[in-house]
T-cell receptor, first 115, second 114 residues
């Protein structure tokens, strides 16, 4: 089945530690996105990538980093510089051409808790 | 600049009643508009989208939305609510240009009373 996988579903970390969230897609989509979701705030864009080895900051990139070494993979690292890392993180992907372009497909999310 | 406003962070309806979730957008170009649904602790699932074809768009689970350019609205409706429709709903508009970025509203949580 085609889709997006995120792992793990739940992640617990101590303050001051970096943590990497995994996102993999087998939809052959060019574009991938990371969002952060907090109650009542909708989805806020952290980073996005439209092509391998290239990515851009979204609205709330401070304290986060990404890489896009393969088309299928777009891992997100939450660094110790992120002031309030506890949140629900969603990964998405989309095609940028043809029928269905711009429809974003979402993974199941990773809930990160930092104490 | 594009933006999305969802009126009402919480909406409650009785089972069998009409569902109406409001979305207004601003866009400097003809918009792509989307409605997504999110169940607790899950990702978002596409309900329907508007891409400048028919103004009345039908989606999954009997949801539909009407694009009204004069009102800059894209409200989501369903004739008869089911208990399983209880979820959070997000309206989104695509940014202009070749990027695929979407701007999401803050969401409306729908409750369905028996």
């Amino acid at each position: 089945d085609g889709g997006i996988t995120q792992s793990p579903k739940y992640l617990f970390r101590k303050e001051g530690q970096n943590v990497t969230l995994s996102c993999e897609q087998n939809l052959n989509h060019d574009a991938m996105y990371w969002y952060r979701q907090d109650p009542g705030q909708g989805l806020r864009l952290i980073y996005y990538s439209q092509i391998v080895n290239d990515f851009q900051k979204g609205d709330i990139a401070e304290g986060y980093s990404v890489s896009r070494e393969k088309k299928e993979s777009f891992p997100l690292t939450v660094t110790s510089a992120q002031k309030n890392p506890t949140a629900f993180y969603l990964c998405a992907s989309s095609t940028l051409a043809g029928r269905g372009r711009y429809e974003q497909y979402f993974g199941p999310g990773t809930r990160l808790t930092v104490t | 600049a594009q933006s999305v406003t969802q009126l009402g962070s919480h909406v409650s309806v009785s089972e069998g009643a009409l569902v109406l979730l409001r979305c207004n957008y601003s866009s400097s170009v003809p918009p792509y508009l989307f409605w997504y649904v999110q169940y607790p602790n899950q990702g978002l699932q596409l309900l329907l989208k508007y891409t400048s074809a028919a103004t009345l768009v039908k989606g999954i689970n009997d949801f539909e939305a009407e694009f009204k350019k004069s009102e800059t609205s894209f409200h989501l409706t369903k004739p008869s609510a089911h208990m399983s429709d209880a979820a959070e709903y997000f309206c989104a508009v695509k940014l202009g240009g070749s990027q695929g970025n979407l701007i999401f509203g803050k969401g409306t949580k729908l409750s369905v009373k028996p």
